[in-house]
């Protein structure tokens, strides 16, 4: 079964950075597109960046220029690189990946980001 692990939360101040990872297992990682979501209590949980199979990626206005992600087909990993965070950055961040066949969205348990002083 899809299974989708993420890593890398903590606590931080503003002005670091965070590098958040997830290890996609039960499916053939390099032909899908991945993506990193992040969820505040209360409020939906919305897109931050993604990356196709080809490797192109798009980001969410709000972290354009701060926030990275890339993929490691052979080690079948995303990362999402966040510079600069912000305290409005804080969230629970999932890593997500939809299923070519259905269209079923698979989420991970999410790791929490918190931006503090």
């Known amino acids: 079964q899809v299974q989708l692990v993420e890593s890398g939360g903590g606590l931080v101040q503003p002005g670091e950075s965070l590098t958040l990872s997830c290890a996609a297992s039960g499916i053939m990682f390099s032909i899908y597109a991945m993506g990193w979501y992040r969820q505040v209590p209360g409020k939906q949980r919305e897109p931050v960046a993604g990356?196709?199979?080809?490797?192109?990626?798009n980001y969410a206005d709000s972290v354009k220029g701060r926030f990275t992600i890339s993929r490691d087909n052979a080690k079948n990993t995303v990362t999402l690189q966040m510079n600069s965070l912000k305290p409005e950055d804080t969230a629970v961040y999932y890593c997500?990946?939809?299923?070519?066949?259905?269209?079923?969205?698979?989420w991970g348990k999410g790791t929490l980001v918190t931006v503090s002083s």
């Open positions: 997500n990946t939809k299923s070519r066949s259905t269209g079923r969205d698979y």
């Open positions: 990356i196709t199979s080809g490797g192109s990626t």
